[in-house]
């Protein structure tokens, strides 16, 4: 029982780099979504999706990009890693507005 | 974007004691959850709130959805270690969006 698992777990990259995380659900789910924490701010919203091919922008999308070809799987991508990127990125997963299943996140470092 | 704003920021108590935060907002929402995230790992739903007053408990946490539907109260009794953690509170808008919006977190520490 898998749950929401995102790859990879832990990323340093380069200022510049671009990379893709993964997110990938079992759980038939319709939701996905990618949100950022960082100390003192919460989690923000980045992307999110209310089904297979759509996405939408969240609170902060700048300098994302993400997308939804299966219903299991929601890509997340950064173009040209900056600094301001490092974060923890959670990704999460419901079949109603409400019930998210989150996963166990991947730590960014951009230097 | 809209914010909830949640208090207090952190807690430092000792083990057996109540703990209360709350969580406020300018705006109206429909629904109200808050959820616990527990060191190196994702938060987890703790208690769902879908209706103005309602008071719901799950074990020793209680929570209140705010007759102004715009704010919610999380309260843990008789606190034991494993309570540790940052607890959130999210709610979902009246208008649009399948998506929920964060407090900032309120992190738990207790003292044996």
């Known amino acids: 029982n898998a749950g929401v698992t995102q790859t990879p777990k832990f990323r340093v990259l380069k200022t510049g780099q671009s990379m893709t995380l993964l997110c990938a659900q079992d759980?038939?789910?319709?939701?996905m979504y990618w949100y950022r924490q960082d100390p003192g701010m919460g989690l923000r919203l980045i992307h999110y999706?209310?089904?297979?091919?759509?996405?939408a922008k969240g609170e902060v999308p700048d300098g994302y990009n993400v997308s939804r070809l299966k219903k299991q799987n929601f890509l997340l991508g950064l173009e040209s890693a900056a600094p301001s990127q490092t974060s923890v990125y959670f990704c999460?997963?419901?079949?109603?507005?409400?019930?998210?299943?989150f996963g166990s996140g991947t730590r960014l470092t951009v230097v | 974007g809209q914010q909830l704003n949640q208090s207090p920021q952190s807690m430092f108590i000792q083990e057996g004691e109540d703990v209360s935060m709350n969580c406020t907002s300018s705006?109206?929402?429909?629904?109200w959850l808050w959820y616990k995230q527990d060191p190196g790992e994702g938060p987890v739903l703790l208690i769902a709130?879908?209706?103005?007053?309602e008071l719901t408990s799950n074990g020793r946490l209680t929570a209140q959805f705010g007759i102004t539907r715009k704010d919610s109260f999380l309260n843990i009794s008789a606190s034991i270690p494993s309570d540790v953690g940052i607890y959130f509170c999210?709610?979902?808008?009246?208008?649009?969006?399948?998506?929920?919006?964060f407090g900032q977190g309120t992190r738990l520490t207790i003292n044996p």
């Open positions: 999460a997963s419901s079949q109603t507005p409400y019930g998210y299943t």
């Open positions: 759980m038939n789910h319709e939701y």
């Open positions: 999706s209310v089904g297979e091919g759509t996405t």
């Open positions: 705006s109206i929402f429909n629904t």
């Open positions: 709130l879908y209706k103005a007053g």
């Open positions: 999210a709610g979902q808008q009246v208008q649009g969006a399948q998506k929920l919006v």
